[in-house]
């Protein structure tokens, strides 16, 4: 008898140990904060790994000036930017510039982090509804977008001079319950 229940105790704690490892492969510790001058060559590591058409250094170092109207983010891992995330604000829209994470840190809820916490930030700024383009061809972006309430509103013909692929454009006109409620 006391055997089978020390057994079963170790069942137990082994499975909670297995599903504990399963999460952790999936959630690491991140730390989110604002994009700083010495964050760039990093940015621009993911940056060249994520799209076509990188940004340039020039054009964060100019989201950096333009801190009235411009927010960028990144996630930190160890002290090591693995993601990066930013919009422009007008009025009471946010308009999302980018959102990408390190190939090596993908499928670990990073991308969903960034994009809550983007969210939230744009909301305390004033925005009430978000916009962003994103590539037909890039399903799994279309899909993190959805979860925050984004729709396909529109398609712009011929928007990636990289490729000539048009570009959806997805928008979420009610940001509050987006960020209570997740979809998908």
Not at 3 to 18: D, T
Request: net charge positive; glycine share 6%.
């Amino acid at each position: 008898m006391k055997g089978s229940r020390l057994q079963a105790a170790k069942s137990l704690w082994l499975e909670a140990y297995n599903r504990f490892l399963f999460w952790r492969m999936f959630l690491i510790p991140i730390t989110i904060e604002d994009m700083r001058k010495e964050d760039i060559d990093e940015i621009l590591e993911i940056e060249r790994t994520s799209f076509p058409s990188p940004w340039t250094r020039e054009a964060f170092l100019a989201e950096l000036k333009e801190r009235d109207s411009s927010c960028f983010l990144v996630a930190k891992s160890e002290g090591r930017v693995v993601g990066y995330a930013g919009f422009w604000i007008t009025f009471d829209e946010a308009h999302i510039t980018n959102l990408a994470v390190h190939p090596e840190y993908r499928k670990k809820k990073i991308g969903e982090r960034l994009i809550r916490f983007l969210l939230k930030l744009a909301v305390s700024k004033g925005a009430e509804r978000a916009t962003l383009e994103v590539r037909p061809s890039n399903s799994p972006a279309q899909n993190l977008y959805k979860k925050f309430g984004f729709e396909v509103g529109g398609i712009q013909k011929g928007y990636y001079s990289d490729t000539g692929e048009d570009a959806l454009i997805m928008r979420n006109n009610n940001l509050t319950p987006s960020l209570t409620e997740e979809r998908g």
